[in-house]
């Protein structure tokens, strides 16, 4: 009788457990070659990182993954873990179809070359 019963009345999932939104420290250099954007995302790895370019604009989510060793428990702690969400509108200088990046160490970094600026050119002028 009480397995009909926990079949008619399910215990309810738990509630989704609220995670910190971190802003990412960037350094942002500037090369002959374009742009260089360094952005320290500790504890991210290539399968929780989201890179994408649309409409001008530059976001990077990254979700972090707790560490914790084989067999122990926490019993204090001081760094959290959470997910990292950055966005920058790019300028029409930036070639965004040739944006590179890598990740190494928990630091990543984005190429953000120039786009070629357009040759002047003449342009006929023709009578009817």
Request: no cysteine; charged share 25%.
């Amino acid at each position: 009788m009480s397995s009909e019963i926990a079949r008619t009345n399910p215990t309810p999932p738990p509630p989704p457990v609220e995670r910190m939104v971190f802003t990412p420290p960037i350094d942002i250099y500037e090369t002959d070659d374009g742009l260089l954007l360094r952005a320290d995302l500790p504890g991210v790895s290539l399968d929780t990182l989201e890179l994408q370019v649309q409409d001008n604009k530059l976001t990077l989510f990254g979700r972090m993954q707790p560490s914790i060793p084989e067999g122990a428990r926490l019993l204090h702690q001081e760094f959290e873990t959470g997910d990292f969400l950055r966005s920058f509108i790019l300028s029409d200088e930036v070639a965004h179809e040739r944006i590179s990046a890598k990740l190494n160490h928990g630091v990543l970094e984005v190429l953000l070359p120039k786009a070629p600026k357009a040759e002047p050119r003449r342009i006929e002028v023709r009578t009817n």
